[in-house]
């Protein structure tokens, strides 16, 4: 199936740094990106999605500002956490999906610790 | 917009028992439902997935079906075993051509013991 990678698998960082996560479509063009989040035991919550080439759409209660989301190629996607507070510490992932196939590919996920 | 709900919880089942999880979902435009595997701090596996013109799907020890009128899937794993202990989700999206959002359940925690 195809891959999707994701780095880096694990952040420490103090309060008050920026964090940026990259996710890559190794052998195919992903048209859509999707962030999810994902606390301890429980489901994962969308955060954003975006199309190559144009703005996020960002979920309700996710704020825009703070989840900076650039999807500039049909194979990258980023996703930076600006001044991270001890409670953006989660677990970050990114599923792909190119526009003919419903399914979603997913990356390897972000364990991000804000300190 | 869409809601999942998943049941049970958590599930224990003995060695080579059935498992059944259930989810319903709320929009009637979903027409895709995966199901997905999840170890800890490991990435979502897809292990099944079924669309609304299927009532059901099976590989091997995994069947899914699927009520249109009552919206709601099932999970079915036969024979388990310890390495079926995970975590699986159930999802429902609309399949459009500018999108699929995912609607992911709360979650199943399965525990085959031995």
């Known amino acids: 199936g195809a891959v999707v990678s994701q780095h880096p698998s694990r952040v420490i960082c103090k309060s008050g740094t920026s964090v940026k996560i990259e996710c890559r479509s190794l052998d195919f063009q992903a048209t859509t990106m999707f962030w999810y989040r994902q606390f301890p035991k429980q489901s994962l919550m969308l955060m954003a999605t975006s199309n190559e080439g144009s703005k996020a759409t960002y979920e309700q209660g996710v704020e825009k500002d703070k989840f900076l989301i650039n999807h500039a190629s049909l194979t990258l996607s980023t996703l930076t956490v600006t001044s991270a507070h001890p409670e953006d510490s989660s677990f970050y992932i990114c599923s792909a999906r190119v526009r003919t196939m419903e399914k979603l590919f997913f990356g390897s996920g972000t364990q991000l610790s804000v300190l | 917009g869409e809601n999942v709900e998943q049941h049970p919880s958590t599930l224990s089942v003995q060695e080579g028992d059935s498992a059944v999880i259930k989810c319903t979902y709320s929009?009637?435009?979903?027409?895709?439902f995966p199901w997905y595997k999840q170890e800890l701090g490991k990435r979502p596996q897809l292990i099944i997935d079924?669309?609304?013109?299927?009532g059901e799907k099976k590989d091997q020890r995994i069947a899914v079906t699927l009520n249109k009128t009552a919206k709601h899937f099932s999970l079915h794993i036969t024979e388990t075993q310890p390495e079926d202990s995970a975590v699986y989700f159930c999802?429902?999206?609309?399949?459009?051509?500018?999108?699929?959002?995912?609607?992911f359940g709360t979650g199943t925690q399965l525990k085959v013991e031995l």
């Open positions: 079924i669309r609304s013109n299927v």
């Open positions: 929009d009637s435009a979903s027409n895709y």
């Open positions: 999802a429902a999206s609309e399949i459009t051509g500018g999108g699929n959002k995912l609607t």
